[in-house]
T-cell receptor
């Protein structure tokens, strides 16, 4: 069965510190992986995606994620967090076609000065 | 101009009522979706339409009926509302059914009393 697990419900980091949000997936076919960010009162915005090729993908706002097939993981990272990064982050897995996307339960990020 | 707009933003109603949520996208996309986000932030797909044709219908009570009068609109009608229907409902669109990039609306927070 397809599923996405984000083990950290809530993370607090200091501004300027590095960040890593964990994501593990289970998918029966070749996974296509995504990270979305949801700011308060807003819809979800795509940060980055992985289909194939280089396992380290760059996204918007200085985020990157690394696909590790052996660990079924797709962790999101940022070297230096800004206060505006405080939001909810969702990992998702899906097929390139068929419009089936499975989301994790999200990780809430708090950034302290 | 808002790319994906949904109305109303907030909806408070009593059990047993019938209500509708409207969604419109001005991106010229072929595919539209409804997602439900529960209190634990879990985002789950409900329906997907491609050019007014239903292509995804997850396990959703038949009290929920989507309607797509044209490819720019996907409305969600809910009959006999129940307490468990309280959630945030997100509309989304993508260029076509093979496009993984979803554009989300800002959500409709439904509270059933």
């Amino acid at each position: 069965a397809q599923s996405v697990t984000q083990p950290d419900i809530h993370i607090t980091v200091s501004e300027g510190a590095s960040l890593e949000l964990r994501c593990n997936y289970s998918y029966g076919a070749t996974p296509y992986l995504f990270w979305y960010v949801q700011s308060p009162g807003q819809g979800l915005q795509l940060l980055l995606k992985y289909f194939s090729g280089d396992t380290l993908v760059q996204g918007i706002k200085g985020f990157e994620a690394e696909f590790k097939r052996s660990q079924s993981s797709f962790n999101l990272r940022k070297p230096s967090v800004h206060w505006s990064d405080a939001a909810e982050y969702f990992c998702a897995v899906g097929a390139r076609t068929g419009n089936q996307f499975y989301f994790g339960t999200g990780t809430s990020l708090t950034v302290i000065p | 101009d808002t790319a994906v707009s949904q109305t109303p933003k907030y909806l408070v109603t009593q059990m047993g009522n019938d209500k509708s949520i409207k969604c419109e996208q001005n991106l010229g996309h072929d595919t539209m979706y409804w997602y439900k986000q529960d209190s634990k932030k879990f985002l789950k797909i409900m329906f997907s339409y491609n050019n007014k044709e239903l292509i995804i219908n997850e396990t959703v009570p038949n009290r929920f009926s989507p309607k797509s009068p044209d490819k720019a609109h996907l409305n969600l009608h809910i009959n006999s509302l129940e307490l468990g229907d309280s959630a945030v409902y997100f509309c989304a669109s993508s260029r076509n059914r093979g496009d993984e990039k979803l554009f989300f609306g800002s959500g409709t927070q439904l509270s059933v009393l």
